[in-house]
């Protein structure tokens, strides 16, 4: 089983709902969801994205507590969205962040407030009661603990459960763009390999994106593409990163995205199989071919995409 998480905004929750088809038909593949901005766009991207995932029969995960972005300090608004989620969605279940400083009383209060509703447990440090988290397992509706590797040891782990789902961040974010010429071409992860031998029931990332949360809109002076494939040598993930001519003054979006776009192309000559699974990256080489404009945000929404089609190829 493979946990992608996402942040809600609004190329991710695009991604989604363009392949909503595909993780029903696949059923392995469960997105998980941290909604970050507390816009009315926003707001109705989320639903629109859970009423497509409803519609095709798709599972999804929806984070009641977020860690970064708007509702971090806005917790009558995040009440208000669980509210109208848990009425009117049927395939999403629930997911609760705790650290060292959380009380049980928390989790017990989220416990009774999803009901009857399938929930998870999403660890962003070691839980300083990790023997109090045994009760979850006698609980129909729990579906397990998602476990941020970051900062935790082998020995707490051993403490959880055997309902364990193993999370880290494989994308090595640059502070700028350009800086990925150092590594144009990088081991990304070979958990989808190793993750039952490792003793857990599944694993997940924060895909093409990383975890750290940024909210920018500018131009850069480099464009990257970011996508992922299997390395025939060893059957790892590597990421490749398409990039443009780093522009001195005045970026051109469209020209540097073009030029992005054919390094792309490239690459699929050498690697055409791709294009037999990916319509992630059956519209990228589309909007190569035919020379239209394309957004920096739709470059976002594609690479998402391909990466979770290509998890679906694995797992």
């Not at 996402?6 to 989604?16: D, F, M, S, T």
């Not at 300083?128 to 935790?152: C, T, Y």
């Not at 054919?262 to 071919?289: K, N, V």
């Amino acid at each position: 089983m493979y946990f992608p998480l996402l942040r809600g905004k609004q190329n991710e929750l695009l991604a989604l709902r363009e392949l909503s088809s595909k993780l029903s038909d696949h059923g392995g593949v469960i997105p998980v969801i941290e909604p970050v901005k507390n816009t009315s766009r926003s707001i109705g991207d989320l639903h629109r994205c859970f009423t497509k995932l409803e519609e095709s029969d798709a599972k999804s995960i929806f984070i009641v507590n977020p860690q970064c972005g708007d509702f971090t300090r806005n917790r009558r608004g995040i009440n208000s969205i669980f509210n109208e989620v848990i009425e009117r969605y049927d395939n999403v279940g629930f997911g609760f962040w705790i650290d060292d400083g959380t009380d049980f009383q928390e989790i017990k209060n989220f416990i009774k407030s999803v009901g009857t509703s399938d929930f998870y447990i999403l660890h962003s440090s070691a839980y300083s009661e990790p023997e109090e988290l045994r009760a979850l397992d006698k609980l129909s509706n729990f579906q397990g603990h998602i476990l941020w590797s970051k900062g935790m040891g082998k020995r707490y782990l051993s403490k959880i459960t055997n309902e364990n789902i193993i999370l880290n961040d494989h994308f090595e974010k640059q502070d700028t763009n350009a800086l990925y010429r150092n590594a144009q071409n990088e081991f990304f992860s070979d958990q989808y390999l190793t993750f039952k031998e490792d003793g857990y029931f599944g694993f997940g990332d924060f895909v093409t994106v990383g975890f750290e949360y940024v909210d920018s809109g500018f131009t850069p002076y480099t464009v990257a593409i970011h996508l992922t494939y299997v390395n025939e040598k060893n059957d790892e993930i590597w990421i490749r990163h398409f990039l443009s001519t780093t522009a001195k003054v005045n970026p051109n979006a469209q020209e540097m995205i073009l030029e992005a776009l054919e390094d792309f192309a490239s690459f699929i000559e050498d690697y055409p199989e791709i294009l037999e699974f990916s319509s992630g990256c059956q519209e990228l080489h589309r909007i190569y071919e035919s020379g239209e404009g394309t957004s920096l945000g739709n470059l976002k929404k594609l690479s998402i995409m391909h990466h979770l089609e290509l998890m679906m190829e694995l797992v």
